[in-house]
C-alpha cells in the first residue's frame, strides 16, 4: 500500500514540472532591447586645492591668509567660496634652534576655467601658495541624470517598434525595465601654449577641461502583440 502512495506521489510531481514546463514554454512572446542616452556638459564648479607654507614662503600664516584674500576678492570670487579644509604645525628640532612649521589648506570653488586660470596665475605670480584641482561638477548635474534616464527608456522604446515593424508586429506594454548608469568623472587638461612663449606671458594660461560624460543604458523587455 505504501508503494502504490509513494508512486503516486512520483507520478503526481513529475505531472506538475511538465505543465510548469509547458506554461515557461508558452510564455507570451516579447521582445528585449536596449536603449542609450548620453550627454556632455561643461563643468560650472570647479574646486581647488590652496596650500599655504610658512616654510616655503618664509611669511608668517596670517600674512599668507591675507595675501590670499585679497587675491581671490581681486578675481571677483567671493570669499565665501573659500574655506579651511585644513591645518597642520609641527616643532622642527634642530641643532641651533626649534622652528614651527605650519601649513593651512583651503577649498576654493569657481565657476569657469578663466576663473582658474586667472586665480592660478594671481597666486603663481606672487608666490604664496600650492594650487591643485581637487574634482569638477556641475550645478544641475541631478537634473541631467534624470532627463537622460527618461530619454534611454524612450529610445529602448523606439527601437523595440522599429524592429517589430520590420516583421508586421507591434510593441506592447513593457514587461521589464532595468536601468544601468555610467557616469564619468572628468580631468583638467594642462596648459595650452598657443602662439606665446609661456602661460605666463599671455593674458591668463589656458586651461581646458574634459567635459562631464553622463551616459545611462536602459535593458527593456517589451511585449509583442
Not at 90 to 116: C, P, R
Not at 135 to 149: A, G, P, T, W
Not at 176 to 191: A, L
Amino acid at each position: 500500500m505504501r508503494k502504490n502512495i509513494a508512486l503516486f506521489i512520483v507520478f503526481a510531481l513529475c505531472s506538475l514540472s511538465s505543465a510548469f514546463a509547458q506554461i515557461n514554454y508558452q510564455e507570451d512572446p516579447y521582445i528585449e532591447v536596449t536603449g542609450v542616452a548620453e550627454k556632455e556638459i561643461l563643468p560650472d564648479e570647479i574646486y581647488l586645492s590652496i596650500t599655504i607654507d610658512e616654510e616655503k614662503s618664509k611669511q608668517t600664516l596670517t600674512v599668507l591668509e591675507k595675501k590670499l584674500q585679497k587675491a581671490v576678492s581681486d578675481q571677483g570670487i567671493d570669499l565665501k567660496n573659500l574655506t579651511v579644509i585644513d591645518a597642520y604645525s609641527e616643532l622642527d628640532e634642530g641643532f641651533w634652534s626649534n622652528k614651527i612649521q605650519s601649513k593651512k589648506s583651503y577649498q576654493l570653488k569657481v565657476s569657469t576655467a578663466k576663473e582658474t586660470a586667472l586665480i592660478i596665475r594671481e597666486l603663481n605670480k606672487q608666490g604664496i601658495a600650492q594650487v591643485r584641482l581637487q574634482r569638477v561638477d556641475h550645478s544641475q548635474l541631478e537634473k541631467f541624470k534624470l532627463e537622460l534616464k527618461v530619454e534611454a527608456i524612450k529610445s529602448a522604446q523606439a527601437k523595440a517598434k522599429l524592429l517589430l515593424e520590420a516583421i508586421n508586429c507591434k510593441a506592447g506594454k513593457p514587461l521589464r525595465v532595468i536601468e544601468r548608469d555610467n557616469y564619468y568623472q572628468p580631468v583638467m587638461m594642462s596648459y595650452q601654449k598657443r602662439g606665446v612663449a609661456s602661460a605666463e606671458e599671455a593674458n591668463f594660461p589656458e586651461i581646458e577641461f574634459k567635459k562631464i560624460t553622463l551616459k545611462y543604458t536602459v535593458e527593456a523587455r517589451f511585449a509583442i502583440e
